[in-house]
């Protein structure tokens, strides 16, 4: 598996009928994409408001995939029945290619990511996924404690692209960024005040059921989008 990588996909939907397409998609698409050759993992995600609002934002959804190797994801995305239901729907798509660079916890009870062998020096770019599934005890905390947690991230120059995405509105929650190098993700993570009470509020009263952070090298790019990163 050293030459796994994984893609996310965002869609762009507008009009009602695709919008409501695009919900049940949520459902109906577990069986075709099951069934799809060389991918060991994916899920189907929602996407919030800005500002890591909780609040779905009905006109984009994402679907992330881990794939055997890059061949794989190639076939999916040119041959594949179900991207092209996909296409005929949304106005634009937009997916990142990502290598792991390193990755922490489970998602759904799997460990999904293995590091990559063949990281490219000349890249500075970084992307991180957070994932996790909140206590339903510590819901409301949770929630309340967002905004200020988000300080440090609202206009920063560093950060090209983020949203926020998950399974569950409000309850499995997951943030993809893409930041301008490393070194810019620590200053965030670690000398933003908001962050840091972040960081140590999560220890302190454990709000988490499940949770995952990795990080990617995002090397290459299909599609568009109105705010593409790279």
Known sequence: ??????????????????????????????????????????????????????????????????????????????????FKTYQRHTIYQYTVFLKNVKSKGLWSGKSPFVPALNIDPTIDE?????????????????????????????????????????????LQMSTFSIWKSEKALHEFAYKSRGHVKAIQKTKAIDWYKEELFARFQPYKTIGDWQDKPL
């Open 1 to 82: 598996m050293e030459n796994q990588i994984t893609t996310l996909t965002f869609f762009k939907y507008k009009g009602i009928y695709n919008k409501v397409w695009a919900f049940c998609m949520m459902l109906y698409m577990h069986l075709p994409l099951r069934k799809t050759s060389g991918q060991s993992f994916y899920k189907l995600l929602g996407t919030g408001k800005e500002n890591f609002n909780p609040m779905p934002d009905w006109s984009e959804y994402a679907v992330l995939q881990v794939w055997e190797n890059e061949h794989c994801a190639e076939a999916y995305f040119e041959q594949s029945k179900t």
């Open 126 to 170: 970084l992307a991180v996924i957070t994932r996790a599934t909140i206590k339903l005890s510590k819901l409301f905390v949770f929630w309340k404690f967002v905004p200020k947690s988000q300080k440090g991230i609202q206009n920063n120059t560093s950060l090209l692209f983020t949203r926020g995405i998950g399974e569950v509105p409000a």
